[in-house]
T-cell receptor, first 112, second 117 residues
Framework: AQTVTQSQPEMSVQEAETVTLSCTYD???????LFWYKQPPSRQMILVIR??????QNATENRFSVNFQKAAKSFSLKISDSQLGDAAMYFC?????????FGKGTRLHILP | DGGITQSPKYLFRKEGQNVTLSCEQN?????MYWYRQDPGQGLRLIYY???????QKGDIAEGYSVSREKKESFPLTVTSAQKNPTAFYLC????????????????FGQGTRLTVV
């Protein structure tokens, strides 16, 4: 069975600095998708970034980028120039042809 | 406007009563999911469905039931057998495995906060 592990329950970063959130996963499949979702206090789930496993190039979306290491089954999220609005829960997710599963999340605090 | 609608936003029920949470989508997605969110537990998969009239158990299906009679609708019933039903419930949908793009990202509703007293 596939699993997603986020080993950092909470993290803090100074405003304008860079922070990296970690995620590892376990799967025997070769083709899948990985995602990072943001959940602000409103609890609405917002897609931050998506990575397709067959693509070697790391995905980027403005200040958000990932470091995808397929062999190591690692998928970390880097947030550059952190802003107060980035404060939220961040969930790593894995998707295959069957279902979408999530990690336990990392709560990110932004220090002014 | 396309999206997923969960209702109600807040739900209160007495212990021992069954309760049904509604989830409707107009995104023409084949796949739909129910997740439960508790503090420190992340999103745990309850049930999912890739096609009408078919669904599978997730990791924490005990005490829950679902139906998928229409593509647009995937209601979740929390039964009296669920020992600790108070939680935040999220419904989601995705394109599904029938699409060449595969089972891509999930689109979420706004959630239902269920409190059992």
């Amino acid at each position: 069975a596939q699993t997603v592990t986020q080993s950092q329950p909470e993290m803090s970063v100074q405003e304008a600095e860079t922070v990296t959130l970690s995620c590892t996963y376990d799967t025997s499949e070769s083709d899948y998708y990985l995602f990072w979702y943001k959940q602000p206090p409103s609890r609405q789930m917002i897609l931050v970034i998506r990575q397709e496993a067959y693509k070697q190039q790391n995905a980027t979306e403005n200040r958000f980028s990932v470091n995808f290491q397929k062999a190591a089954k690692s998928f970390s999220l880097k947030i550059s120039d952190s802003q107060l609005g980035d404060a939220a829960m961040y969930f790593c997710a894995y998707s295959n042809d069957d279902k979408i599963i999530f990690g336990k999340g990392t709560r990110l605090h932004i220090l002014p | 406007d396309g999206g997923i609608t969960q209702s109600p936003k807040y739900l209160f029920r007495k212990e021992g009563q069954n309760v049904t949470l509604s989830c409707e989508q107009n995104l023409n997605h084949d796949a739909m999911y129910w997740y439960r969110q508790d503090p420190g537990q992340g999103l745990r998969l309850i049930y999912y469905s890739q096609i009408v009239n078919d669904f599978q158990k997730g990791d924490i299906a005990e005490g829950y039931s679902v139906s998928r009679e229409k593509k647009e609708s995937f209601p979740l019933t929390v039964t009296s057998a669920q020992k600790n039903p108070t939680a935040f419930y999220l419904c989601a949908s995705s394109i599904g495995i029938g699409d060449p793009r595969g089972n891509t990202e999930a689109f979420f509703g706004q959630g239902t906060r269920l409190t059992v007293v």
